[in-house]
């Protein structure tokens, strides 16, 4: 009688070290669940990018966009000129064809006259009438006039085919340009709607100090360090020429508030002016320096909603004031 292999078994029985594997995966899974319950093996949550960052992200964009206005409105003054070029070649051509027109058909007449229906009647008077030693001087003004009425025409052709071949050279160039103004046209639409895209993505915080309302707006890091910073001087009084921690004037205490955020302004506003990047009042941000007069003579930092902080002159401490009490003479972003 035949025996079974040692290391065959009958199908459907399990061995050992078969259990033994399968309590094993059990007991993975059911620790895998608990640390997931627990959180323990959770995904690592998802940053939102800063302001900073998505700051950065619209400058790169813009490096882009600027060339491509740039080279936009290039194209497009380049085209506006050519086109002027054109209309005033075009009103030239149209008397020279004109013209031509006319010495064409005067040369046709004359040639149907002498060919198709024989001498005219001036011609045969000058035959008959004329004495002999006045016949060759009379062919001769009538050869002249022939002559005369072919140099005409193929002068005026001449000047007319110099008109049409700059014309020609100018409408290529103008199909080109209006290509390149079309292509340009829609990059910039398309790196636009990207800045957009970005801007609508930056994030709205808000900021709480204890001397100045609270500010619920698009705010970097640095401007919140700044605004804190400036916002903590309040009630210190104004001395001229110091930059704190006791006493400021307007320009220290800006230059105080971003020093803290790790960016360096010059203690003097029309530095401060010239250090930071232009901003419209429409997209000025709480955290921004705002300056006032033609001469920038005096700053504070913008909180939003027209309002500051800053030091407004001797005798009056460091406080919180609407940005409409002086005329504004713009809005600058540090860093």
Same mark, same amino acid.
């Not at 302001?51 to 380049?78: A, H």
């Not at 060919?115 to 045969?124: K, M, V």
């Not at 002016?273 to 005096?298: C, M, N, Q, T, Y």
């Given at each position: 009688?035949?025996?079974?292999?040692?290391?065959?078994?009958?199908?459907?029985?399990?061995?050992?070290?078969?259990?033994?594997?399968?309590?094993?995966?059990?007991?993975?899974?059911?620790?895998?669940?608990?640390?997931?319950?627990?959180?323990?093996?959770?995904?690592?949550?998802?940053?939102?990018?800063? *302001?900073?960052? #998505?700051?950065?992200?619209? &400058?790169? +964009?813009?490096?882009? @966009?600027?060339?491509? /206005?740039?080279?936009?409105?290039?194209?497009?003054?380049?085209?506006?000129?050519?086109?002027?070029?054109?209309?005033?070649?075009?009103?030239?051509?149209?008397?020279?064809?004109?013209?031509?027109?006319?010495?064409?058909?005067?040369?046709?007449?004359?040639?149907?006259?002498?060919?198709?229906?024989?001498?005219?009647?001036?011609?045969?008077?000058?035959?008959?009438?004329?004495?002999?030693?006045?016949?060759?001087?009379?062919?001769?003004?009538?050869?002249?006039?022939?002559?005369?009425?072919?140099?005409?025409?193929?002068? *005026?052709?001449? #000047?007319?085919?110099?008109? &049409?071949? +700059?014309?020609?050279? @100018?409408?290529?160039? /103008?199909?080109?340009?209006?290509?390149?103004?079309?292509?340009?046209?829609?990059?910039?639409?398309?790196?636009?709607?990207?800045?957009?895209?970005?801007?609508?993505?930056?994030?709205?915080?808000?900021?709480?100090?204890?001397?100045?309302?609270?500010?619920?707006?698009?705010?970097?890091?640095?401007?919140?360090?700044?605004?804190?910073?400036?916002?903590?001087?309040?009630?210190?009084?104004?001395?001229?020429?110091?930059?704190?921690?006791?006493?400021?004037?307007?320009?220290?205490?800006?230059?105080?508030?971003?020093?803290?955020?790790?960016?360096?302004?010059?203690?003097?506003?029309?530095?401060?002016?010239?250090?930071?990047?232009? /901003?419209?009042?429409?997209?000025?941000?709480?955290?921004?320096?705002?300056?006032?007069?033609?001469?920038?003579?005096?700053?504070?930092?913008?909180?939003?909603?027209?309002?500051?902080?800053?030091?407004?002159?001797?005798?009056?401490?460091?406080?919180?004031?609407?940005?409409?009490?002086?005329?504004?003479?713009?809005?600058?972003?540090?860093?």
């Amino acid at each position: 009688m035949a025996t079974m292999p040692l290391h065959r078994h009958a199908s459907g029985r399990s061995t050992p070290a078969r259990g033994l594997r399968k309590a094993v995966r059990g007991l993975v899974v059911l620790v895998a669940a608990a640390a997931v319950g627990a959180g323990l093996l959770a995904a690592p949550a998802y940053a939102e990018p800063s *302001v900073d960052e #998505i700051e950065r992200q619209i &400058d790169k +964009q813009w490096q882009q @966009l600027e060339p491509t /206005i740039e080279q936009f409105n290039k194209v497009r003054s380049e085209l506006r000129v050519n086109r002027e070029k054109s209309e005033k070649l075009e009103k030239k051509i149209q008397p020279l064809a004109l013209e031509a027109e006319l010495a064409m058909n005067r040369v046709a007449g004359l040639a149907s006259r002498y060919y198709i229906t024989g001498p005219s009647q001036e011609l045969g008077a000058v035959l008959l009438n004329a004495k002999p030693d006045q016949l060759g001087e009379q062919m001769a003004l009538l050869d002249r006039l022939a002559w005369d009425e072919r140099r005409q025409l193929e002068g *005026v052709m001449k #000047i007319r085919k110099k008109y &049409d071949d +700059q014309k020609a050279t @100018l409408d290529t160039l /103008i199909v080109d340009q209006e290509a390149k103004q079309k292509q340009l046209a829609a990059k910039r639409k398309q790196i636009d709607a990207e800045i957009k895209r970005l801007e609508r993505s930056l994030p709205v915080t808000t900021v709480k100090t204890t001397n100045c309302p609270t500010i619920n707006g698009v705010v970097s890091d640095a401007a919140r360090t700044a605004i804190r910073t400036a916002c903590a001087q309040v009630g210190k009084p104004y001395v001229w020429g110091a930059t704190g921690p006791n006493s400021f004037d307007c320009s220290g205490l800006t230059q105080y508030a971003y020093k803290a955020a790790g960016i360096h302004l010059t203690h003097f506003t029309g530095a401060q002016w010239r250090e930071g990047k232009a /901003i419209s009042r429409a997209d000025a941000r709480p955290g921004d320096l705002v300056f006032f007069r033609s001469d920038v003579s005096h700053v504070g930092l913008y909180l939003g909603n027209n309002t500051m902080v800053h030091a407004p002159r001797a005798g009056r401490p460091v406080n919180v004031s609407p940005i409409t009490t002086m005329p504004v003479a713009g809005f600058r972003r540090p860093g």
